[in-house]
């Protein structure tokens, strides 16, 4: 007979568990990233699932975000707002001092952070 929990049986965990699919996508984006003029970002894995962005975006602007690893990209919510840093290389982040770079994550044109 199958178990029941105390919540119900249309109970859903709060974070489903990581695939091994979605661990290797996770893997790619994972560690120090580095913008211009200061710019960070730090990606980093949530026990239980999802990731942890600490991240300075502009000279003015930083903080830690809560962000998850999808087909699309690295997505997350800063200041209200629904982001995705993507793959890229040095020259789709629009910014000269990355130009060259193969490891790149573009949130935008103008914001984007490469691994050296």
């Known amino acids: 007979m199958p178990a029941h929990n105390a919540a119900g049986a249309n109970a859903v965990p709060a ?14 984006y994972l560690g120090r990233w580095t913008g211009v ?16 962005l600490d991240m300075q975006w502009d000279l003015d602007n930083k903080g830690t975000f809560d ?6 990209g690295l997505r997350f919510m800063r200041n209200g707002v629904a982001e995705s840093a993507v793959h890229t290389d040095g020259e789709a982040t629009g910014l000269k001092y990355l130009a060259g770079k193969q490891d790149c994550l573009t949130v935008k044109p103008g914001e984007g952070y490469c691994k050296d």
């Open 37 to 52: 003029e200061g710019m960070y970002l730090v990606v980093a894995s949530k026990p239980g699932g999802g990731v942890t």
């Open 15 to 28: 974070t489903p568990p990581a695939s091994a699919d979605t661990t290797q996508m996770e893997a790619g």
């Open 67 to 72: 962000g998850s690893v999808t087909a699309e």
